[in-house]
């Protein structure tokens, strides 16, 4: 049975950092794309950063370019969000999933990663509060 399991958030000032974790397991497939996707109360899950299985491709969303990274360690199986300059807007429940279908780099380049309804296995989400 395929499990995600994110880690690395917390509590952070505006303008520090945080690097989270997706912890691949029991996946049949040698490498997945991954979507990070955030929750943040009273609002739709967003989601912000998509990579290829090989890692070749990456996506943002507009509103975090610059500010996150998404990256993967393909011998762990762990799958990272690096993201600087943190905002109070980017308080939000912080969730990788994994693509119903695999994750060609039209998919990633273009814009249908973004939608939730693309994935079929989530992780249980990390909590991210920026507050001073």
């Known amino acids: 049975q395929l499990q995600l399991v994110e880690s690395g958030g917390g509590l952070v000032q505006p303008g520090g950092s945080l690097r989270l974790s997706c912890e691949i397991s029991?996946?049949?497939?040698?490498?997945?794309?991954i979507g990070w996707f955030r929750q943040a109360p009273g609002k739709e899950r967003e989601g912000v950063a998509c990579?290829?299985?090989?890692?070749?491709?990456?996506n943002y969303a507009d509103s975090v370019k610059g500010r996150f990274a998404i990256s993967r360690d393909n011998a762990k199986i762990i799958v990272y969000l690096q993201i600087d300059n943190l905002k109070p807007e980017d308080t939000a429940v912080y969730y990788c999933?994994?693509?119903?279908?695999?994750?060609?780099?039209?998919?990633?380049?273009?814009?249908?990663?973004?939608?939730?309804?693309?994935?079929?296995?989530w992780g249980q989400g990390t909590q991210v509060t920026v507050s001073s």
């Open positions: 999933a994994k693509p119903r279908h695999f994750a060609t780099a039209e998919w990633v380049i273009g814009g249908a990663w973004q939608s939730p309804r693309e994935y079929d296995y």
């Open positions: 029991g996946s049949t497939l040698d490498y997945t794309g």
């Open positions: 990579i290829s299985g090989n890692g070749y491709n990456k």
